[in-house]
């Protein structure tokens, strides 16, 4: 006897019950092999990266292959091939303006920002990158999706050779005024909730008479209107600017000091967002003033600024960064180099909740320009404040031995 149901077509109930059982049974066995099935928004989250994403932006002429040197750091630091992307303009760095390229930039963080654990980026530009990047930050709003900012031997505020390449990067400018426009207000120079830090070889601040101003890098320094000193092309206001060792332009983004600085300072240890690692956490730093004359006028200069690393493994030891180590000779002021080299020295304590953890000397050796000198490791006791009382002097072969400063610091240093 046949029966009509909604479907329009005739079968006996039997057959009809044998179909439906049937379904169920698939469905049954689709739901024990495959389990339950993710939502859109789930699948779309279970393809985020681990960690989160770093963009290499290069220079002027340069190409992704620029950054290759600095990858393989980044991925002995822990980093995976596809939680690192270099931008290639090749052709585009030389004819396009950097404006243009930001927009390009801006394109590339807010696409790779969607793949991020956090929903943001973390971006390192060398050169000229550093002018589109810091553009796309200040005027695009890629400080929204980007977590920390790195420029490195960027010329933030032009530089004289650049005459010979492109003029935006000349000092004066008017890509350049416009880009540091109220550079003054920290708002406006480095717009949050983006972290900022620059890298230079350049060390011509201050009393140095170096000639040409941009000495180490060799490519990146100011003449004239303020940007005598060549440290100042390069200074972001309000960011960490590092002054690195003697460096040249096209080797400083290529070195391992740097390379390990930035993934200090790129570092989320407690998200999660990065490889797990060691941080510097370092006082303000200060002028150091050594020997005087007979006129009571420095012959000795320097900048030191004291810091505590850590391994990320429960290890910490004392670090003592410096750099512009000057001295003066017939009232003219030079910085040391490979024939006048300084010679930093420490003696350092430090305690934790009223308990000496270590005492000991830092060394390093000598220092080119600009360098840092270490204490041994010792083990961390967990998280909290840390005091660092370093008595340090300089020597020189110039000088001999310059007087001892006493430095009183107190950093705090999350647990490992």
Avoid at 281 to 289: I, L
Avoid at 351 to 363: E, F, P, R, V, W
Wanted: charged share 20%; glycine share 12%.
């Amino acid at each position: 006897m046949l029966s009509n149901f909604p479907g329009g077509f005739g079968r006996s109930e039997q057959a009809r019950r044998r179909c439906l059982t049937l379904g169920a049974l698939v469905g049954m066995l689709s739901a024990v092999v495959l389990g339950p099935q993710p939502s859109p928004a789930e699948a779309a989250a279970s393809q985020k990266l681990q960690h989160r994403p770093v963009i290499f932006v290069h220079g002027y002429g340069g190409s992704a292959a620029s950054f290759t040197a600095m990858k393989k750091y980044f991925l002995d630091a822990g980093y995976v091939e596809g939680e690192l992307y270099a931008m290639d303009f090749q052709g585009d760095s030389l004819t396009k303006s950097n404006k243009e390229i930001a927009n390009n930039v801006k394109k590339t963080v807010e696409e790779k920002a969607k793949d991020s654990p956090d929903g943001k980026v973390d971006v390192v530009a060398h050169s000229m990158g550093g002018l589109s990047t810091l553009w796309c930050q200040r005027k695009l709003g890629c400080n929204d999706h980007v977590a920390h900012w790195v420029g490195v031997a960027s010329p933030i505020h032009g530089t004289a050779i650049a005459l010979k390449w492109v003029a935006e990067m000349a000092e004066g400018s008017s890509f350049v005024k416009e880009l540091n426009e109220g550079e003054s207000d920290l708002a406006k120079s480095v717009p949050g909730p983006t972290k900022y830090a620059t890298f230079r070889s350049n060390v011509g601040e201050g009393v140095t008479d170096e000639a040409p101003g941009y000495y180490c890098d060799g490519i990146v320094g100011g003449v004239g209107s303020g940007t005598l000193r060549a440290g100042k092309t390069s200074a972001v206001n309000g960011a960490l600017n590092v002054v690195t060792p003697c460096l040249g332009h096209n080797d400083i983004h290529t070195d391992p000091w740097v390379a390990n600085k930035i993934l200090d300072f790129i570092a989320s240890p407690k998200t999660g967002f990065t490889p797990q690692r060691g941080n510097t956490y370092c006082g303000e730093g200060s002028d150091y003033h050594g020997t005087k004359d007979v006129f009571k006028s420095d012959l000795v200069q320097s900048w030191v600024q004291h810091c505590l690393e850590t391994d990320g493994n429960g290890k910490m030891r004392t670090v003592t960064r410096v750099r512009n180590c000057l001295f003066k000779v017939a009232l003219v002021w030079w910085t040391s180099g490979s024939s006048n080299k300084c010679l930093p020295k420490q003696s350092d304590k430090v305690t934790y909740g009223g308990s000496q953890l270590a005492k000991d000397d830092a060394i390093g050796g000598d220092v080119e320009r600009a360098g840092e000198i270490h204490g041994d490791w010792f083990s961390m006791q967990g998280g909290g404040q840390y005091s660092l009382s370093a008595t340090y002097w300089q020597e020189g072969p110039k000088w001999g031995k310059s007087p001892e400063r006493e430095t009183q610091t107190t950093l705090e240093v999350p647990a490992p």
